[in-house]
């Protein structure tokens, strides 16, 4: 670690700092949109981030398809076998799960969108914040006696 | 409105019977090529989203009405459950498909698994259905006239 | 894969060897039975008779492990590491009990509630919501597998947002809520994946034994590292850790009450547990770094919570928003007891995780019981129920005691240890002494706010147009049951802590407690 900027290391860690930069991405356009299907699109970006990340930790050098060569009576041919390097199957399976998980969680996240849109008219967090300071001041109005009428 | 989109139609009306099709090869021909149940599941709801984005929402609730979807789904994931408490019966551990053929293990899995993708392909067909009618059913906000 | 000549002797499982699937698998195959019947009316006994199996199940389990050991489960007979493992010892048989009791004690309530809160058509698929939220808690807990926590921890949190959002019904920003808690609570899981993907890479394994054993091994390495940085602020998010709390409030305010029941004496436990789990069984409490990210980071953030959060809670107006808070104060005391490192305070931790789901519990219904009763939950709507409810608000009364923790009941016995542990450690620190006191003075701020909600229910005059009666029967006992149980536990302490401090004992034991070859269980 003697060099101020490793190149080789760099270029030896290159899906890591994608992934990284994927990431951020993703994260930064869930703290900074203030439309919520721009967030739910920030959300999957970050979300595939994390799938790259795995597929990528799964990766071996010369490695291919992990599929058994086998004949139509279940048998393995274990010839075939012989120095054959397989990529990781794990991490793309967790994967298969996690990218489940990401559509369910995209669809459910849009479908409360179509109903705050409903009911709020509006699909900007600011304006929603605006609505619902408004909501709460109401309460407090209606409701707030039980502190001396500070609250 | 009929009449329009004739070409639309015509070739809806070819493709929807060859995905299907193909949503079954991916299904049972899983476990020697790549496919599955997620897979076909998707396949298979392509299908239905298809015809109702060309025909209409009414037309694709004649042919798969909703109120099916959601027990499709859940049938699903019974039939997932089941094979495990199936071999739960044999006295084996939940989804240990050894228990269908003890003395070929090989066979017992391999049928243990077409039976559990089966029900991973009926509840993603299922649920894939569900969430474009439940997003496709909602009145629209600005009407087809307006855009 | 063997072929017919090697085929090894199988031994019948027997239903005892199935517990620990049995325990997920009973409410996780009832959601989809509910909606595949479609009846409202099945739907509730249903999810009841579920729920009352999974406790009688875990107390099976409790029963196994009250020695020591473990019990373990391979599923599809893939033995572990390569398998996913069910894994049960008394840190987890702990939570389970938890989890499972306050399913079924808080169900019987719910059906009023949930008959008063919702639509009579959202029924069905409600009831199946609350028992995938339940299966994925469940699973969360019992499971041995890292990764397979990450997928119950979402059918757990997905099922959340839903019932969350079911609140729109009386107020619009539930969905609000429900949307935020989404957007918070998908970050911090596919942290808590970042983090299991560095140590997958770290060790090429997930199973949490393997895990431990593996990472023991090694020793600590910058992955293994910004592994455990990502796991904890990822799980920190659904624990609501303070500065990660914010979702909190807001759901737990305008979910529907039985809901708010369910997950405050549920969910974030579940997760707490998640994170004692990593931090002291698979990474060795002994590395430099976990040690310091209790003694650094948990201690100063728990201790700010207590008292910021409690403080907010005075000056709220909704009862219900103010509990919420008051879970946001709790949860630090959890984390403070964590975060001492000692046998005492995590006994403690796990004590707290216990009297508090009870205790919270037990104040969240009666707070349902108010707004069944009177329409809202703020103050000036509950002003004098006292008078007009006064069984329910008796049960109101000993959960705020319990929450305040004067002596005679649950809250008091976990606080009473954590200040112990806390002056334990003061000989060598005096940071500790400092510690113990900053409990005791929380505490004080515990019995302004709840004080100040007694003051409403019982000194101010009742609305004389309100209608307000007495909360049905079917609310009240299991209200009372709750009320029961921490005052049992106040003065019954014995089992309980001993449980507890077994539970602790195993954690501590850090990887040594998770080693395949300890144990009375492992592959058959």
Known sequence: MSKLLDLQFLAGHAHYLLFIVLMMTGLFIVVDKTNLVKKIVGLNIFQVSVFM????????????????????????????L????YSNPLPHVLILTAIVVGIATTSLGLALIVRIRESFNTIDEEDILHIEQEMTRDDNRKYGNAMGGLA | MIFHHLILRVVTKILVGTIILFALYVQFHGDFSPGGGFQAGVIMAVAF?????????????????EWVVHKTLAFGVLIYAGTGIATMFLGYDFLDYDAFSPAHPTVGQHWGLLVIEFGVGVTVTGVMVAI?????GRP???????? | MADTAVVAEHTLRTFKDHLPVLQVLVPFCTAPLI???????????????ASATALVISIMLMWEVREGGYVAYTLGGWAPPLGIEYRVDAANAFVLLLISAIGTVVLPYAYISIKDEIKARDHTLMYACWMLCFTGLLGMVVTGDAFNVFVFLEISSLSTYVLVAQGAGRDRRALTAAYDYLIMGTIGATFFVIGLGMLYMATGTLNMADLADRIADQGANRTVRSGFAFIIVG?????????????????YTFAPSAVTVFLSATATKAAIYVVMRFTFSIYNPDFSFTNNTLEIIFAPLAIIAMFSASFVAVFQTNFKRMLAYSSVAQVGYILLGISLLTETGLTAAILHMFNHGITKALLFMGVGAYVLRSGGAFYTQIAGLGRKMPITSGAVVIGGLSLIGVPGTAGFISKWILVQAALERAPDNAMFLAIAVAIVLSSLLAVVYVWRAFEVLFLQEPDPNSTATEAPLMMLVPMWIMAGACIWFGFSTEHLYEFAAQAAQGLLDGSQGMMISTGQGGAH
Do not use: C, N, Q
């Not at chain 3, 799980?235 to 759901?251: N, Q, R, S, T």
């Open chain 3, 35 to 49: 909606v595949l019947l479609g009846s409202r009316r099945l739907a509730w006994p249903l999810a009841f008779i």
């Open chain 2, 132 to 136: 474009y009618y439940a997003f496709a």
């Open chain 1, 82 to 85: 012989v120095g054959i390097a």
């Open chain 1, 53 to 80: 990340f795995y597929v990528s930790i799964g990766k071996v050098t010369g490695g291919t398809a992990p599929i058994f060569p086998m004949d139509d009576k279940y048998h393995v041919d274990k010839e075939a």
């Open chain 2, 140 to 147: 629209p906000s600005i009407s087809d006239e307006d855009w």
């Open chain 3, 235 to 251: 799980m920190g998010l659904k624990v609501a850790m303070f500065p990660l709390h914010l979702w909190l409030p807001k759901a």
């Open chain 2, 49 to 65: 989203i298809i015809y109702g984005i060309v025909f209409g929402l009414t037309a694709v609730k004649k042919v798969f009405p």
